[in-house]
């Protein structure tokens, strides 16, 4: 044990007697250390933020709807010719399945502008057009005025529920409720403010909205669409149960043979939370590309330093020999030098990973959070890089003969 801290503090004072050069050859860890990181402080930022989001629809809630739901490239002409889903779907289905609680329908279009006299938005705002259930299914909470009803519904009335984007905009001094805005010049009523609920992902708001009646919706942007039904199974233990009713029902209704695929979609948290965990994969696989590549380049840097080192110190490593010292202990003496300087090495890159997450989260508001696994990885595969590419430099150092060492100039 003597012998290893009197190699460590030879190491450290070799590194002070040479600091720009033992930085300059740090650079390539640091670099690979920092991208490690950072990268996976981001993915796991991103992670949470999905389950966070996600959480919003309840453990036992999912979705059926026409569309593909995920990241990738579809065949849109394929899925466009399934049938569309209607309000008469969601209420059949509501008749037909026993384990299913509530349902809700639902239908969106995107890049509106809603307009008063005094104000108006970009032509940015989601107008959705739902059913009174939506509340329950989205996790939606009312933050003043109310939530449409099934009177709102049956008798089509021109009424919105606002998001708080929308409010920020149109009404920051007054109190919107019972205030009129206009949507492609048609009149309705504000009756209520749905509370705050932030960002999907860190990217498109959930507070920039308009919640209508969807008949009034229908009747607005057209009939002709398909609607997304949200099911609410009557508790979360009944969510597989009830999937499977729902499923069922739908290959009946839509006269489907026994092995002919779904032309549906039924995707719950565990879908979406699957479908990101694949892509966050890839990432992964590609940050661990550059990773490598960058830890093969400090390697070299270390293998030359710990060669020159060697060649520059090659009178003492002689006399430490006449004076007693082993093979083993001007191995261990050397190794530890390499696997020291690529330690620093990590240690400044998890720092600077740190900075980079920090970086990113202060500017540009994205959700990160460094895994405790990712800054114990990046540290081991630094320590091992140093050590296999310090083990030929010490092997070297170690088989020198002590009288023609001490005879170098």
């Known amino acids: 044990m003597l012998a290893f801290w009197d190699s460590l503090r030879l190491a450290l ?72 889903f209607t309000v008469v779907d969601r209420d059949a289905l509501l008749g037909a399945c026993p384990s299913v609680r509530t349902a809700s329908a639902s239908d969106g279009e995107g890049g509106q502008k809603v307009v008063t006299p005094a104000a108006e938005t970009r032509p940015s705002v989601n107008v959705m057009g739902v ?13 003043a005025g109310r939530f449409h009803g099934p009177a709102d519904e049956e008798d089509h009335r021109a009424v919105a529920v606002l998001g708080m984007d929308v409010v920020d905009v149109l009404f920051p001094a007054v109190d919107p409720v019972g205030q009129e805005v206009r949507i492609r010049d048609r009149p309705y009523r504000v ?5 705050r609920r932030g960002s999907f992902l860190g990217m498109a708001s959930l507070d920039n909205q308009v919640v209508l009646p969807l008949s009034t919706f229908l009747e607005a942007f057209g009939r002709r669409r398909s609607v997304d039904i949200n099911v609410a199974a009557s508790d979360a233990d009944a969510l597989k149960r009830a999937q499977d009713e729902v499923i069922t029902f739908l290959r009946r209704r839509r006269d489907l043979a026994p092995g002919e695929p779904n032309n549906f979609e039924v995707f719950t948290n565990d879908s979406l939370t699957k479908t990101f965990n694949s892509l966050s994969a890839v990432i992964s696989a590609a940050s661990a590309g550059v990773t490598l590549l960058s830890l093969l380049v400090g390697g070299i840097g270390i293998l030359n330093i710990m060669l020159v080192s060697v060649t520059e110190r090659t009178r003492e490593i002689g006399v430490r020999k006449a004076l007693g010292a082993t093979r083993r202990r001007i191995l261990l003496q050397f190794a530890l030098e390499a696997v020291a300087l690529s330690l ?12 980079l997450a920090f970086l990113a989260r202060w500017v540009f508001g994205v959700m990160t959070a460094v895994p405790v696994w990712a800054v114990a990885l990046s540290l081991g595969v630094s320590s091992t890089v140093g050590l296999v590419f310090g083990i030929y430099p010490a092997a070297r150092a170690a088989r020198l003969d002590p009288v023609e060492a001490m005879r170098n100039e």
């Open 131 to 143: 059913t009174p259930e939506y509340v329950e299914t989205a996790g939606l909470q009312v933050a």
């Open 13 to 84: 004072k070799t590194f002070a007697g040479n600091p720009l050069r033992s930085l300059l050859t740090l650079l390539g860890i640091v670099m690979g250390v920092a991208t490690v990181v950072a990268m996976m402080a981001l993915i796991e930022g991103l992670r949470l933020k999905v389950n966070k989001d996600l959480s919003s629809l309840g453990a036992d809630v999912f979705q059926v709807t026409k569309w593909p739901v995920g990241f990738g490239q579809f065949d849109w002409q394929k899925y466009a010719r399934r049938p569309n």
């Open 344 to 355: 620093l090495g990590g240690v400044l890159g998890v720092g600077v990973g740190y900075g």
């Open 191 to 195: 009756i209520g403010v749905l509370q």
